[in-house]
């Protein structure tokens, strides 16, 4: 059956896969790897970096000879450190032998962020548990943006390993927090490590549907032809959480929905629906294509953004959604960073020009979803509309609209419009034509976006992480925008919690011309 030569295949790629990831280092001789994970104690290694070593150890994603060392400040034992991360590991009975193998080769130091002589006592400790001065190192900084200077000067002076190692650094968003800060962050890191070493995670490039987009533009003719503002009359990209900040709040108030979503996990996206066919798929030449499509586009409008913040709404039976941005700890009581917020973006080039992209992203909302609509132009000519008017339907045809879910149930399909099953004449339907992914292909795992990054660090493949320029030019879409709400104390929009949305989004998204169908 298809799904059967489907997962065949599939099997077939991760065996592949699995080859090449455990013999990494084989070719230099019995090359050891270290993974450190700086931040240990934190929330992001718990929930998601010890979690995804885990799953990739387990599923023999991990290089021979591969042990991993946590680093924070904090006095931790690697037992605390498994039981924070307990929940989150999702072990079955039949994978606890393996579980306890993989904690054995787990070690924790703790010491400062700044400190040379801690640094220090850090490489003479890996050279220990390594057994090599050589060995591999990939460093993973799940730190406060507030300490990436001095960690990363810290590591290049004193934690490189000797040759022939190679180091890799994955730096966590945000980097930097406009323009300015974010090419200083850029200079500092380009003093200590060469953009090779670099490796800017946006775990959003991690995701299935995300990947699959290069897929699906470039290997389907029947898109290629259409792929522009001929066809195409408005791209809608949509983040919706149906969460607050969650004692985030510290971290989220500094930054803002725009800078926290939009500026990276949204225009990365924006970057890779507009961007031309790239040479081919490696990772420079699809990078090149990125930062091109962004360079074509204008700092964003004040009149192209609405901005909302979300209040508790106190009607609600939970606790948890009594609760506005406000009322989160660290959040000050005269807060006006946005939690909701759409932005329109016109990409200034042959292909898009006039097109908007409407990018809207909040949290609080009645959903957790995150989907690319690309909306096409109405069919010229009238031939249904005596037809439509006939049966009720405003008297025009709906539009075509591919839409991607990103999450959840990751899905592809199609809007079109179909003759109504049974009837006479041509009474019209709107329906769809539907790849949902658990249907088609029930017995495949999709990995988690950090499984796939992390995995990619360790051969090596940069496609799915962020260069300079790239970040560069996202700043620059959205540094004035920032300034500019900020100076000017653009007023926030309530919203409820649970709300669809903010109405004046919705009135700007149809302003630009995208139609609700
Ligand atoms: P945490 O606030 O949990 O910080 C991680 C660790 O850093 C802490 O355990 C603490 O360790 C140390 N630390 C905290 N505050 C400071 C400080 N002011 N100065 C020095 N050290 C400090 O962060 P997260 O784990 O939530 O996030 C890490 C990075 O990942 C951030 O850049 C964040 O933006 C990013 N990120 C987080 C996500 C998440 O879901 N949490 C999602 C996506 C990105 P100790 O005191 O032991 O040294
Ligand atoms: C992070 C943001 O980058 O992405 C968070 O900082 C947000 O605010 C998260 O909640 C969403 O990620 P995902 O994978 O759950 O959609």
Known sequence: SLQERVKEKVDCIYQRLRTHVTNIGSSTGSQRHVFFVFGASGDLAKKKIYPTLWWLYRDGFVPENTCFIGYARSQLTVEKIFQNAAKYMKVQDDEREKYEQFIKINSYVHGSYDKP????????ETNKISGQATAHRFFYLALPPSVYGSVSEMISKHCR???????????????GKDLESSNKLSEHLSKFYSEEELYRIDHYLGKEMVQNIIVLRFSNKIFSRVWNRDSIAAVNIIFKEDIGTQGRGGYFDEFGII?????????????????????STTGEDIRDEKVKVLRCIAPIKLEDVVIGQYIGDKDSTDPERQKGYLDDDGVP?????????????????ERWDGVPFI?????????????????????????????????GVKGTLARDELVIRVQPNEAIYLKVNTKRPGEMGFSIEETELDLTYNERYQDVKLPDAYERLILDVFTGSKINFVRSDELQEAWRIVDPILAEIDKKKVPVIPYKFGAVGLREAFAGAAMHGYIYT
Do not use: W
Request: glycine letters at 4%; hydrophobic letters at 40%.
């Open 333 to 349: 009581k005269d807060s006006r960073t946005p939690t909701y917020a759409q932005v329109v973006l016109f990409v200034n080039n």
């Open 161 to 175: 390993p000797e040759s022939p190692g190679f180091l890799r650094l994955i730096v966590e968003k945000p980097f």
């Open 359 to 391: 990018l809207r992203a909040g949290k609080a909302l009645n959903e957790k979803k995150a989907e690319i609509r690309i909306q096409f132009r109405d069919v010229p000519g009238g031939m249904f509309d005596e037809e439509l008017t006939e049966h």
């Open 259 to 279: 800078r926290d979503v939009i500026q990276n996990h949204l225009m990365q996206i924006l970057s890779i629906v507009a961007m031309e066919k790239p040479r």
């Open 117 to 124: 002589e801690d640094f220090e006592r850090l490489n003479e």
